[in-house]
């Protein structure tokens, strides 16, 4: 029997997504709830009206779909995942009580403390005079956290002193009280220098396997300057982490998280992003928890991917992925964001109208975009695309990605950054880690949502 897929997101993640299932010869139809007009291009690809959740669960029933996914964490915070499973549906994505590890960083860092998991000491203000006091006594840097998931330049920034402290306070509470919250907590934290490494999961409830390890971009322009954004770029495989590492982690994170969720009785299936970074002794703290795939992760992560997308998500769906030994294709993927001008803080929408160039192992997944009948895009709020690609070596791969996305923009009017991937080129040997690139890799990984 041919399989069926619904989808529910709209980013570039969630076309990645749809993109990886359609690839299989075992699926029938993806569809789409709400979604972004580059989805369309396959013809297995259909976008459904239905609104409310209820309507979606009654269209999965109908339409005998195998396994729902959910791409956004809003979507889960509202309660899809419950509602989905009380009616014996088929879904990938956190409960609402689950979807809280990223919905609120208190909640997050609260569980892992439960859990003996290493993270970062943290303190909570609660109003600007309890501020004021901690940092008068602060060492810096310092991480200051929103709660609450807002705008990604305003989520975690990284100050070097207590004026900047003082100054990324203010827009951090300032941006929650925006979403009517009276008293607005903001989480303040130990910096922990090192090198962030986005680690995903997937989960059947009891089992898990882990994706391929990524590293990320989040500033937004080259050399790690410029405000935090939902992610810039990314690469895999990440040559420093060695099978130590990468053991560390999931002895002293992954599974300790499982047991977590176990023991709260928290339900999950689906992906779980672990942002981490790993200190000068090789040891891995978590920064933060996203109850999804990460994005640009997701595209990297997928490009890579060697076996049949549909059969892992199956078997995740079954809370049968237990021995499963995931294969990964030889060689090494990149992705590059495309975003509008003035991106993140003041995004000026630019009418475009452009195809979506692809080529062999490259692909060009949109996120919020503007419709078109003929599937040309123009920007919307906020991130434009992503470009990513493979090839058998760093250099080739990179070339390939960047030439897309000059065919992409030609005339210049949109914003990615040049120096994705810049340290894997063979000409160019990845450097020590300075003082200055341990704020930054810290301030990249600082709970912002990706």
């Not at 501020?131 to 991480?143: G, I, N, T, W």
């Not at 680690?199 to 937004?220: C, F, H, N, Q, S």
């Not at 322009?221 to 690469?235: A, H, I, L, V």
Request: glycine share 8%.
């Amino acid at each position: 029997m041919s399989r069926r897929y619904l989808i529910v997101g709209y980013e570039a993640r969630d076309h990645a997504i749809v993109w990886k299932l359609a690839q299989s010869p075992k699926v029938d139809a993806v569809y789409v709830h709400t979604g972004n007009v580059a989805m369309g291009a396959s013809e297995k690809v259909h976008f459904v009206s239905e609104r409310s959740y209820e309507e979606l669960a009654q269209f999965a029933f109908d339409h005998q779909i195998d396994c729902t996914i959910v791409g956004d964490t809003s979507f889960m915070e509202s309660g899809i995942a419950d509602l989905f499973l009380k009616s014996g549906l088929a879904i990938l994505g956190a409960s609402q009580a689950a979807a809280a590890l990223e919905g609120s960083k208190l909640f997050g860092k609260s569980f892992m403390h439960r859990h003996g998991i290493r993270t970062p000491r943290h303190s909570v203000c609660a109003s600007p005079l309890e501020c004021q006091k901690y940092l008068e006594d602060a060492s810096y840097p310092v991480v200051l956290k929103s709660d609450l998931r807002i705008s990604s330049d305003k989520s975690a920034v990284v100050s070097m002193n207590k004026i900047d402290a003082a100054s990324a306070y203010a827009d951090i509470f300032l941006a929650q009280r925006a979403k009517d919250i009276e008293c607005p907590p903001v989480v303040l934290e130990e910096f922990v220098a090192g090198r962030e490494v986005s680690y995903t999961i997937l989960m059947d409830g009891t089992d898990w396997v882990p994706l391929a390890a990524v590293r990320d971009y989040k500033r937004v322009r080259d050399n790690d300057e410029g405000p935090n954004t939902g992610g810039m770029g990314s690469y895999s495989p990440v040559p420093w982490l060695t099978a130590d590492i990468e053991n560390k982690i999931k002895d002293q994170i992954v599974l300790p998280t499982m047991r977590g969720l176990q023991a709260e009785g928290l339900q999950y299936r689906g992906f779980l992003y672990i942002g981490i970074m790993v200190d000068r002794q090789g040891d891995p703290w978590v920064l933060e928890y996203n109850t999804r795939m990460g994005d640009t992760e997701a595209e990297t992560i997928l490009m890579l991917l060697d076996d049949d997308f549909s059969d892992v998500v199956n078997r995740a769906a079954k809370g049968s992925l237990k021995d499963l030994r995931l294969k990964w294709r030889e060689g090494c993927a990149i992705s590059i964001a495309v975003a509008p001008p003035g991106y993140p803080e003041t995004v000026i929408e630019t009418p475009a109208h452009f195809p979506f160039p692809q080529g062999e192992d490259v692909m060009c997944f949109g996120s919020i975009l503007r419709t078109s009948k003929d599937h040309g895009i123009g920007s919307g709020p906020g991130r434009l695309a992503c470009v990513t690609g493979f090839a058998s070596n760093a250099d080739d791969c990179r070339n390939k990605v960047y030439e897309t996305v000059k065919r992409l923009d030609k005339d210049g009017r949109f914003h990615s950054r040049s120096d994705i991937a810049l340290e894997l080129v063979s000409s160019r040997p990845v450097p020590a880690m300075s003082e200055a690139a341990q704020a930054t890799e810290a301030a990249e990984a600082a709970g912002v949502e990706s």
